[in-house]
C-alpha cells in the first residue's frame, strides 16, 4: 500500500469521523469506517477527540453574546456600472464554458462500457469485505426495506 493511498483512506476516514456524531453516515459509511479506526490508530484517536469534542458542545449551556448583533436592514443599491460588470462576468464565464464544451471531444460508447467494467484497484480487500458482508446481511433479513411492500404472489396489481 502506498503513502498516498493509505493518506487518501485516512482524509476519508476522519471525514466520515467528523460526520459520525451527528448521525450523518450511511451503514455502509458507518461501517467502513468503523473497520478503518479498528486497522488505523491515529484515525481511532481521532475519532475519539471528535467525538468528546462533540459531546462536550452539545453538553454546554447557553451563553448569550455580550452584545447585541444586528444586521443593517436597509438593501444596499449597487451602481448600474457594478451591475454590468457582473452580467459581464457571467456572460464571460458562460462563453468560456460553451467554448471548452464545443471542444470536448464525446465519449465513445465502447470506451465507457471498458471503464465501467474495470473494478477500481485501490479498494482494499477490508473495504470489499464489508461490503460483501453488508450485502449478504440485506439478503439475509427479511427487514431489509421494511418500507417495500413485499414481491410475493398475490401483492401484484392484477
Same mark, same amino acid.
Given at each position: 500500500m502506498t503513502f498516498d493511498l493509505r493518506r487518501d483512506r485516512c482524509d476519508r476516514a476522519r471525514a466520515w469521523a467528523a460526520l459520525a456524531p451527528d448521525g450523518e453516515l450511511s451503514q455502509l459509511e458507518r461501517r467502513l469506517l468503523d473497520a478503518h479506526v479498528a486497522r488505523c490508530a491515529p484515525c481511532r484517536?481521532?475519532?475519539g477527540e471528535i467525538a468528546a469534542i462533540a459531546l462536550e458542545l452539545r453538553d454546554a449551556a447557553y451563553e448569550a453574546p455580550g452584545r447585541l448583533v444586528a444586521l443593517p436592514?436597509?438593501?444596499? $443599491? %449597487?451602481?448600474?456600472?457594478?451591475?454590468?460588470? =457582473?452580467?459581464g462576468a457571467v456572460a464571460a464565464v458562460a462563453a468560456m464554458a460553451v467554448g471548452i464544451a464545443?471542444?470536448?471531444?464525446?465519449?465513445?460508447?465502447?470506451d465507457s462500457r471498458a471503464q465501467l467494467a474495470v473494478p477500481p484497484a485501490h479498494v482494499e480487500a477490508?473495504?470489499?469485505?464489508?461490503?460483501?458482508?453488508? $450485502? %449478504?446481511?440485506?439478503?439475509?433479513?427479511?427487514? =431489509?426495506y421494511p418500507d417495500r411492500p413485499a414481491r410475493a404472489f398475490g401483492d401484484q396489481p392484477a
Open positions: 484517536f481521532f475519532a436592514s436597509v438593501h444596499v $443599491r %449597487r451602481s448600474v456600472y457594478a451591475r454590468l460588470r =457582473a452580467a464545443s471542444r470536448a471531444p464525446l465519449p465513445r460508447e465502447e477490508a473495504e470489499l469485505q464489508t461490503i460483501r458482508q453488508l $450485502r %449478504r446481511e440485506a439478503l439475509l433479513t427479511a427487514q =431489509a
